[in-house]
């Protein structure tokens, strides 16, 4: 979790991921973001996110995001 | 038969006071039987092309689907003697096979669409010609770009898993055909519209009044402003003008098919709500928008979401982009990292081109759209630097300017549709630096334009209103919604005011095409 929370702060350095919960309903992350995050997802954790979990609700905080990876490592 | 037929408002009609009086279970009959009438009216010749995306839509999801429960019944099955290894080894065996499915009916239907828009340019069109096939070059077939979209967006849906493939293939003609969408959309997702479609509806007079309301305005901004200024805008487009000419060529143009696009879209998004079925918004006031990115998200919404879901997502998460992803990074850094969102996003718009037509000129609007998407991406961290210097944002009057440079950027970018001859485009483009003839705003040569005075004044006064409506709705919501709580003395009164307008000022007769929307030739 702690290495999810520094690549999303180096999308966006002035935001507090541990506590914001709608960042894709807010627009803080847009789909350049949520790319450039699932390429460093892969590099880091070795999980491909494939093309349909690209859904507001898994990335719209870092709990879901972490949630995602977690099911997607399980599988 | 045109939203703007009288046949169609009295279609309208007959079908909202039968829809409410028939017993529920009947409604979604209807609504298929009158679709069809409504694309038969159209022309008999293009049905064919429909019912392929049906037939072919059916069957493969109907397949996928079928192959997707038995790989659930075989591991529901097999789970104790299944590893978690073997079990990914079938679920990939499985899938590869539903890929074949998917890929087929996928092939078919685009290339029935590149047919028909690659014939309605030279020299594809004088060879069918030639061979005999002059049906197939009557012209494109009804919404055939928007439920194609919708139909192919359902189809990856149910391969991907995520919706479950409709049975009743009736039901599923529905969902492809539903009339009011089949003019200019918007593209429906299956998962929203489809059981929407089916459901029961009783009547709900403030659905029905709200619905009325909207096409009411949808109306307004089509038969008032859009083909109003439609005219002048065909005058510019043919005429010699350059420099400030071809600046006020982009404005009218983004002025007519601003009320054309939307003033359609609000009689759908209308006389569904009438009908009890919520459609998807294609605008948020698109012409508040400060950047580049924020106007793809309120303009054109349902394509963009297609688009992305569909091309751009897929493109940019798939294993060859994320292998390039890490190899550039370790040649370029930042850049190498976002390399495959480029690459993604020059194929998103390449396809969003073509979509519009196969045309040299679509396929230059894509470009410079994501050219400009591009670079104020990479600019992002300078303009940080810029603001955080110069503390422009904290002004009041920097919003209004950005929207303006917003404007008139993508006004310029839009014009294009207008040249098929890109070299005509460019040109006009440069004039723009070395042509000042602001002089023909007030020379009379306006009023060789083919509009009046009183246009003018009809015009101006309409947009004022558009204005000051988008303005209300910007920042209190549905206006709609602020009026239901008016007397409704005062709100009548205000709906019999706009509708007098349409009757009185709405743009007919010679020298006026009130049929055509412009997102009907795409």
Redesign the interface.
């Known amino acids: 979790m702690e290495a999810l929370l520094n690549i999303l702060s180096e999308l966006h350095p002035d935001m507090d991921f541990e506590t914001a919960q709608n960042l894709i309903d807010d627009?803080i992350l847009?789909?350049?973001d949520?790319?450039?995050l699932?390429?460093e997802i892969?590099?880091e954790y070795d999980v491909?996110?494939?093309?349909?979990e690209?859904i507001p609700e898994n990335f719209n905080s870092a709990q879901a995001i972490w949630a995602l990876i977690e099911k997607l490592m399980d599988? | 038969m045109q939203f703007t037929s009288f046949g169609f408002l009295a279609f309208a009609a007959a079908l909202l006071l039968i829809y409410y009086l028939i017993p529920k279970k009947g409604q979604w009959m209807l609504l298929l039987g009158a679709s069809c009438l409504f694309y038969l009216w159209a022309g008999t010749e293009y049905l064919v092309f429909i019912l392929i995306t049906v037939l072919t839509t059916y069957a493969a999801t109907n397949i996928i689907g079928r192959r997707l429960q038995q790989q659930d019944a075989y591991i529901a099955k097999h789970k104790a003697e299944l590893s978690r290894e073997d079990r990914?080894t079938y679920k990939a065996k499985v899938k590869r096979g539903n890929r074949i499915w998917l890929i087929g009916c996928l092939v078919v239907n685009f290339s029935v669409l590149a047919l028909c828009k690659g014939l309605l340019i030279q020299p594809f069109r004088a060879m069918a010609q030639d061979t005999g096939l002059d049906f197939l070059t009557l012209g494109l077939p009804l919404g055939i770009s928007f439920y194609m979209f919708q139909s192919m967006g359902y189809v990856i849906d149910v391969y991907?898993?995520?919706v479950r493939p409709e049975r009743n293939i009736f039901r599923l003609a529905l969902f492809v055909s539903y009339f009011p969408q089949l003019i200019q959309g918007p593209i429906s997702k299956f998962s929203l519209l489809a059981p929407q479609l089916c459901a029961p509806h009783s009547f709900d007079g403030k659905e029905v009044s709200f619905g009325l309301q909207r096409m009411l305005w949808g109306y307004f901004k089509k038969l008032v402003v859009a083909d109003r200024i439609a005219v002048a805008v065909a005058a510019l487009k043919g005429s010699e003008f350059t420099g400030f000419g071809f600046l006020l060529l982009s404005v009218f143009y983004a002025v007519q098919i601003y009320a054309d696009f939307t003033g359609g879209i609000d009689i759908t998004i209308g006389l569904s709500q009438a009908l009890g079925i919520r459609l998807p918004e294609n605008f948020i006031r698109p012409y508040f928008s400060k950047n580049i990115?924020e106007y793809w998200?309120r303009w054109h919404i349902t394509l963009g979401e297609w688009m992305?879901?569909y091309i751009?997502?897929?493109i940019?998460?798939s294993?060859p982009m994320?292998k390039l992803?890490?190899s550039a990074r370790k040649r370029f850094g930042n850049f190498g990292?976002?390399l495959?969102?480029y690459v993604?996003s020059v194929a998103t718009w390449f396809v969003t081109g073509i979509w519009h037509g196969l045309t040299p000129n679509f396929i230059l609007w894509g470009m410079l759209n994501c050219f400009f998407i591009v670079l104020s991406?990479e600019c992002a961290p300078l303009y940080t630097k810029f603001h955080g210097k110069f503390h422009l944002k904290d002004k009041a009057w920097y919003g209004s300017f950005e929207i303006l440079r917003m404007f008139m950027l993508m006004n310029l970018i839009r014009v294009v549709d207008l040249f098929p001859d890109v070299g005509e485009y460019w040109h006009r483009v440069g004039s723009l630096f070395t042509t000042w003839n602001i002089s023909l705003l007030w020379d009379g040569s306006m009023m060789k334009l083919g509009l009046t005075g009183l246009d003018y004044a009809i015009l101006g006064s309409a947009l004022v209103l558009i204005f000051s409506v988008s303005l209300v709705q910007e920042k209190k919501g549905s206006l709609r919604a602020l009026l239901q709580t008016k007397p409704d003395a005062l709100r009548w009164a205000l709906l019999f005011v706009l509708f007098v307008a349409v009757v009185l000022m709405g743009s007919y007769g010679i020298g006026y095409n009130a049929s055509n929307f412009i997102y009907n030739q795409f």
């Open positions: 627009q847009d789909s350049f949520i790319v450039t699932v390429a892969d590099s491909a996110i494939p093309a349909e690209l599988e | 990914k991907r898993g995520t990115a998200r992305k879901d751009f997502y897929p940019s998460v294993q994320l992803s890490k990292k976002r495959p969102v993604a991406e």
